[in-house]
Nanobody
Framework: QVQLVESGGGLVQAGGSLRLSCAAS????????MGWFRQAPGKEREAVAAISWGENYADSVKGRFTISRDNAKNTVYLQMNSLKPEDTAVYYC??????????????????WGQGTQVTVSS
C-alpha cells in the first residue's frame, strides 16, 4: 500500500510558476512509475507528466512543465513554469507498480493522492 500526499498548489498569475510536491509512504518508492494528472471542472482527468526510467509529457505542457523525483526522499515533483489559465485544475499525484523506459500516460495507476488545487488567473 502506498499513500500519496500532494502539496504546493495555490493561486498564481498567468506566466508565473509553481512547484508541486508529492510525498509517498513505503519503502519501495523507487520501483514505482510516478505520474501527475489534472482535472478541470467539467472535464475528464488527464495525464500531465510521468516519470519512470524516462519521462513523458502531455503535448500541452511540453517545454513548460518538468517532472522529477528524489528516491531518497520518496518524493516526486512537478515544476510548472509559464502557467496559463487553462492549466487551472486539481492536480493529482499517482503511483503505478513497475518501471518502463517510456512511462504510461493512461489512468490505470494503482494509487492516487487527494489532489491539490492550482488556479491560474489571467
Amino acid at each position: 500500500q502506498v499513500q500519496l500526499v500532494e502539496s504546493g498548489g495555490g493561486l498564481v498569475q498567468a506566466g508565473g510558476s509553481l512547484r508541486l510536491s508529492c510525498a509517498a509512504s513505503g519503502r519501495t518508492f523507487s520501483s514505482y512509475t510516478m505520474g501527475w494528472f489534472r482535472q478541470a471542472p467539467g472535464k475528464e482527468r488527464e495525464a500531465v507528466a510521468a516519470i519512470s526510467w524516462g519521462e513523458n509529457y502531455a503535448d500541452s505542457v511540453k517545454g513548460r512543465f518538468t517532472i522529477s523525483r528524489d528516491n531518497a526522499k520518496n518524493t516526486v515533483y512537478l515544476q510548472m513554469n509559464s502557467l496559463k489559465p487553462e492549466d487551472t485544475a486539481v492536480y493529482y499525484c499517482a503511483a503505478k507498480t513497475g518501471l518502463k523506459t517510456v512511462p504510461t500516460m493512461t489512468l490505470d495507476y494503482n494509487y492516487w493522492g487527494q489532489g491539490t488545487q492550482v488556479t491560474v488567473s489571467s
